[in-house]
């Protein structure tokens, strides 16, 4: 299923340098932690909604993603939205390299409507290459490439016009 938040997820242009930011919106974007956890802040219930699983070619990969993965033909798509009490608050891609599904690390083609973060943050393996901000028209939005055991995945990350981000900006 297509959502409208994730064309604007797919127009994200991202800085080359991280842009002055205020305090607030640093402190979402820039955030090292579980963006599930810091939603359960302003919410009573952070839920999944899931638009898309499934395998996708290279040649489905949005501009620049293929440069931040290995070069591999097939990769794990799941797109999703992040929902506050119902409220879509963030729009969310994540891209795994067919190669890093072995392991304990299959578990990311079976996690239904648990969110990411709370799977990758139990993860003692895990580490973050680096954080982009971007923006789409008015919205922010942020790409990581994290490691699980050393084996990439990319996650980007829109927020939507209700997430708590814009209330405190």
């Known amino acids: 299923m297509s959502h409208p938040a994730l064309a604007q997820l797919r127009e994200l242009h991202?800085?080359?340098?991280?842009p002055a930011l205020s305090h607030a919106l640093s402190d979402w974007l820039l955030l090292e932690d579980s963006m599930t956890k810091r939603f359960e802040q302003y919410c009573h219930r952070v839920s999944v909604d899931i638009l898309r699983e499934a395998f996708v070619d290279a040649g489905e990969l949005m501009?620049?993603?293929?440069?931040?993965l290995p070069d591999e033909e097939r990769f794990w798509l799941r797109e999703i939205l992040l929902c506050g009490d119902g409220e879509p608050w963030l729009a969310g891609r994540t891209l795994v390299p067919q190669s890093t599904l072995n392991g304990p690390e299959l578990a990311l083609r079976q996690l239904g409507t648990t969110p990411l973060g709370r799977y990758l943050f139990s993860s003692?393996?895990?580490?973050?290459d680096f954080i982009e901000t971007g923006r789409s028209a008015e919205l922010w939005g942020r790409r990581s490439r994290l490691?699980?055991?050393g084996k990439p995945l990319l996650l980007t990350e829109l927020f939507l016009p209700a997430s708590p981000l814009y209330r405190e900006e």
């Open 14 to 18: 991202y800085f080359q340098d991280i």
């Open 147 to 149: 490691r699980l055991s």
């Open 124 to 128: 003692s393996t895990l580490t973050r």
């Open 63 to 68: 501009p620049g993603e293929a440069a931040l």
